[in-house]
């Protein structure tokens, strides 16, 4: 059974580089109380807006530490030390609470997983001897190399296996975490990812993989090996390979353009409804968008950040159209797109849009990006405009919703 959700999800990545410090616990403003507490605390606010699932960092706990050009960060749970669920996001009960707060509203939580590499300063210290068994030096390693691959865990080793299938049934019968998001996965084979699945003792609702790797040069990736140079063909195969979602890395190929006209080559715009429904659309996330401004680490990573002029089209786009759309935490919260994102999620929910839903392209008659949405029965639910002439469709629909000068949606009627 897929691990896709209900397909009328809105996904909320609660969370951003610039959280945690190296020099101590906390939140990025010194505030004592922990990121959990803070997000219980929001949880109302969280619910109204509409997000059905809320992604959180990776749980296990991170003493990683880096300093230079008089910056320094570490701890964000990506090089992870051991299993300890005290991070420097909040305590163990604080995550619980958080969990059973936001179930207590309807709303799933997926954590992310980190299952290919750690921090190489600390491997003397790590559970697990280093070189060794447990680890691509000294063991085997059938994915793709972070960086020089010498940080990388051996899947294939029982124990590895064994124990962070454990501490996965720790965090879904003990803590109520519902499903995953996959970091790097094209550091380790699809069927890793499907033992992890089949062998936890809850059904996941939901799975999603992070597959960010243009390159057709990369001969230890897997999906390379299997789908060859097509980028597309390796995010959908992945998906399909494991029953889950991947990030629509394509459609942040097109925001990046900052063309509206492009925005139609995403994956999520496929004729293959099952493609469609297994794409995870966004704009900007924790490594490639900014995070609000820290001292300690300036705006954050902005690998591949969306141009901040075009932000609020390509949520219009993503809260409009097929796919899984999910939401930066700062562009909700810190950078004042709330009130547009919400009006959205409003009416996409009551136009039916679902993740397999079918579109109209009238981009060839039209400027821009223009086109019409369809509900999960296959009839015409929404209008959109971005960056367009289309002055939508006439009699029997509505201006749902418009930003002047940037887009506009109708809905039926």
């Not at 709303?107 to 210290?125: E, F, G």
């Not at 089209?313 to 809260?319: M, P, S, V």
Request: glycine residues 10%.
């Amino acid at each position: 059974m897929a691990s896709r959700g209900s397909g009328k999800d809105i996904i909320l990545q609660a969370f951003h580089w610039n959280l945690v410090k190296t020099q101590g616990t906390g939140t990025m403003d010194g505030r004592d109380v922990s990121w959990f507490r803070l997000l219980t605390d929001l949880s109302v606010k969280i619910a109204a807006a509409g997000f059905t699932i809320v992604y959180l960092p990776p749980l296990w706990r991170d003493d990683s530490a880096w300093e230079g050009g008089g910056r320094h960060g570490g701890g964000e749970g990506y090089f992870w030390h051991d299993f300890d669920l005290n991070s420097r996001y909040g305590t163990k009960n604080e995550l619980k609470e958080l969990v059973n707060a936001l179930h207590a509203k309807n709303i799933k939580v997926i954590a992310d997983l980190v299952t290919n590499h750690r921090d190489s300063s600390r491997m003397q210290k790590d559970i697990w001897p280093y070189p060794g068994p447990c680890w691509a030096r000294g063991g085997v390693d059938e994915g793709g190399s972070f960086m020089d691959g010498k940080c990388d865990l051996n899947l294939s080793n029982h124990e590895v296996y064994e124990r962070i299938t454990g501490a996965m049934n720790e965090l879904m019968e003990e803590y109520g975490i519902d499903g995953w998001r996959w970091d790097y996965v094209w550091g380790y084979e699809v069927h890793e990812v499907v033992n992890w699945i089949k062998h936890t003792k809850k059904d996941e609702y939901i799975s999603i993989g992070e597959y960010w790797q243009d390159s057709p040069y990369m001969t230890n990736d897997p999906m390379v090996k299997r789908y060859g140079a097509d980028e597309a063909a390796r995010i959908l195969g992945w998906a399909s390979e494991s029953n889950g979602c991947a990030f629509d890395i394509i459609l942040k190929r097109q925001i990046q353009t900052a063309w509206p006209a492009y925005l139609k080559y995403g994956l999520n715009t496929r004729k293959n409804a099952e493609e469609r429904s297994s794409v995870v659309t966004f704009v900007d996330n924790h490594d490639m968008g900014a995070s609000p401004f820290s001292p300690a680490n300036g705006w954050g990573q902005q690998c591949w950040a969306c141009p901040p002029f075009y932000k609020s089209k390509a949520y219009a786009f993503i809260l409009t159209m097929p796919g899984t759309p999910c939401v930066y935490w700062p562009d909700f919260f810190d950078w004042g797109h709330d009130a547009d994102i919400s009006e959205l999620i409003t009416l996409r929910k009551i136009a039916g849009i679902v993740s397999s839903s079918g579109w109209i392209d009238l981009t060839d008659k039209y400027s821009g990006f223009a086109g019409m949405v369809l509900d999960q029965s296959g009839k015409e639910a929404l209008a959109v405009s971005i960056g367009s002439d289309f002055k939508g469709p006439g009699t029997g629909w509505k201006t749902g919703y418009e930003k002047k000068g940037e887009y506009s949606v109708w809905i039926k009627v």
